[in-house]
């Protein structure tokens, strides 16, 4: 099965800056995403891009909240839609005239995969939090105190760990992390710091 989606243009260009509503965005994921976990992995990484847009990029709420969205909705196809992943959720913000650069920041959070390569500063951060944050939060889930206490180290243990959620690429991550231009480290640092943010009830 090809994700390939065999092209690199993406949405149209007299729509930078036109984002969902937050409101719209919910409903979308509500209404696609059936599965729990999927939808918290989501949540997850939509928090994280946030926070790194403000703290790291200095980007104002606005902004913040194109990196959020690209976040929040990156996966939307992937519980019922499989076999289209990325595909139809392209399709469909680009029918609701979304901004180009949070799809293709979508179209580029796995390049091995749908085959276009993350570019902008979005495209990358959505790229290297992706793997990281559903491996971390699996590591969480078999602690006693969960992220309480959670040290680089024992992050670093797990990823060592090959059949230690085995889905998670460890090269992708390595990948992600050199075109961001950021250490792994430092990634892992921010998850464990923000990620608990994010309400698992």
Same mark, same amino acid.
């Given at each position: 099965?090809?994700? =390939?989606?065999?092209?690199?243009?993406?949405?149209?260009?007299?729509?930078?800056?036109?984002? !969902?509503?937050?409101?719209?965005?919910? /409903?979308? =994921?509500?209404?696609?995403?059936?599965?729990?976990? =999927?939808? !918290?992995?989501?949540?997850?990484?939509?928090? =994280?891009?946030?926070?790194?847009?403000?703290?790291?990029?200095?980007?104002?709420?606005?902004?913040?909240?194109?990196?959020?969205?690209?976040? !929040?909705?990156? %996966?939307?196809?992937? %519980?019922?839609?499989?076999?289209?992943?990325?595909?139809?959720?392209?399709?469909?913000?680009?029918?609701?005239?979304? %901004? +180009?650069?949070?799809?293709?920041? *979508?179209? /580029?959070?796995? +390049?091995?995969?749908?085959?276009?390569?993350?570019?902008s500063k979005m495209d990358k951060m959505l790229y290297a939090f992706d793997e990281l944050s559903g491996l971390i939060h699996a590591y969480s889930l078999m602690r006693p105190n969960g992220y309480e206490g959670m040290e680089l180290k024992g992050v670093?243990?797990?990823?060592?760990?090959? /059949?230690?959620?085995?889905?998670?690429?460890?090269?992708?991550? @390595?990948?992600?992390?050199?075109?961001?231009?950021?250490? +792994?480290?430092?990634?892992?640092?921010? *998850? @464990?710091?923000?990620? +608990?943010?994010?309400?698992?009830?």
């Amino acid at each position: 099965m090809s994700l =390939l989606l065999n092209r690199n243009s993406f949405g149209d260009e007299a729509n930078k800056g036109k984002t !969902l509503s937050r409101e719209e965005a919910n /409903s979308l =994921l509500n209404e696609w995403v059936l599965n729990e976990r =999927l939808q !918290l992995h989501m949540k997850q990484v939509a928090h =994280l891009m946030k926070s790194w847009a403000a703290e790291k990029e200095g980007l104002d709420e606005e902004d913040q909240w194109r990196w959020e969205m690209a976040g !929040l909705l990156h %996966d939307a196809d992937w %519980d019922q839609w499989p076999d289209e992943h990325c595909k139809r959720i392209i399709e469909e913000l680009e029918s609701r005239n979304v %901004d +180009p650069e949070i799809i293709h920041a *979508i179209a /580029s959070h796995g +390049p091995n995969h749908f085959g276009v390569e993350p570019e902008s500063k979005m495209d990358k951060m959505l790229y290297a939090f992706d793997e990281l944050s559903g491996l971390i939060h699996a590591y969480s889930l078999m602690r006693p105190n969960g992220y309480e206490g959670m040290e680089l180290k024992g992050v670093k243990k797990r990823l060592k760990e090959k /059949s230690f959620a085995a889905n998670v690429s460890r090269e992708e991550i @390595i990948d992600a992390c050199f075109r961001a231009g950021i250490e +792994p480290e430092d990634v892992i640092r921010f *998850i @464990i710091e923000h990620q +608990p943010e994010v309400k698992t009830d």
